[in-house]
């Protein structure tokens, strides 16, 4: 075996190596809603957040116990494709058909969201502070190019034992303030 072939067997182990562990970090979807410790689900009643998406009412988002997001009924077939930078989730239903598309940093962490109803396009940019979500801003986007924008201002009240926070306000558009909640149950 040569010099040459050898380093380049050691290249693709190497790449091999850091393509499994960026999957790794990618794989736990808990990440993507900023949820901390062993959740099985979580329920967001949120107005205008992602986290909501695409109802703005309550919806609740299911975990197996490695943090893999689960089906959802309620929100239609689910089919899931993974890349390098983001995760996509397409959802087929009666109700009608969307898809919801997480960039994410090499590490898994959420740094934007985009999504697609059948007639509307939404754009989310977002900011954070301490592992929370402070500040969501919305660009929604309809098939004859207006643009509407919003935004939205969060404070937690109240965390439970994993630092996930279970109520906390939001401003909307600076005049709009609303208490929301997330209700959490844990694999123990």
């Excluded at 494709?81 to 058909?97: A, C, I």
């Excluded at 994410?104 to 959420?110: K, S, V």
């Excluded at 934007?112 to 007639?119: A, H, M, P, V, W």
């Excluded at 301490?130 to 919305?138: K, V, Y």
């Amino acid at each position: 075996m040569s010099e040459k072939s050898l380093i380049s067997g050691t290249r693709r182990l190497c790449l091999l190596l850091l393509l499994s562990a960026v999957m790794t970090a990618v794989a736990d979807d808990r990440k993507l809603f900023y949820l901390k410790g062993p959740v099985k689900t979580a329920t967001f009643d949120a107005v205008i957040s992602f986290q909501s998406f695409p109802a703005n009412e309550p919806v609740t988002r299911s975990f197996s116990e490695d943090g893999t997001l689960l089906p959802n009924d309620e929100l239609g077939e689910m089919t899931v494709t993974r890349e390098e930078d983001s995760v996509t989730f397409r959802y087929e239903s009666w109700k009608g058909n969307h898809q919801e598309t997480f960039r994410i940093t090499p590490e898994g962490y959420l740094r934007g969201f985009t999504g697609k109803s059948e007639d509307l396009e939404y754009e989310y940019t977002l900011s954070t502070g301490n592992g929370d979500l402070d500040l969501e801003t919305i660009i929604v986007t309809s098939p004859t190019g207006n643009k509407t924008y919003s935004a939205a201002v969060y404070k937690v009240i109240e965390r439970d034992k994993y630092g996930n926070w279970t109520r906390r306000t939001a401003k909307i558009n600076r005049s709009y303030i609303r208490e929301e909640t997330c209700k959490i149950t844990y694999y123990e």
